[in-house]
């Protein structure tokens, strides 16, 4: 059975701010944009974010939008 569509959204996130094509400090594109990008739906991008934010990767900001965040060892 495949990975469930906002695993493998969150994976890819992930592996763009591993690798540095995402830095600390950028925003991420909008939930429309995402959804766009990875066709699936706002539920599924809303979950990847959970998963991404509860690893600390992620920094969501009221009215401003999501941010990838700054290390922890940093």
Known sequence: MSE???LQVARDIREQISSGTLKPGDKLP???ALCERYDVSNTVIRASMLV???EGLI???QGK???VANPPHE
Do not use: N, P, Q, T
């Open 59 to 61: 920094d969501g900001r």
């Open 65 to 67: 939008g999501v941010y």
């Open 4 to 6: 469930a569509a906002y």
């Open 30 to 32: 909008s939930f429309a």
């Open 52 to 54: 991404l934010k509860a």
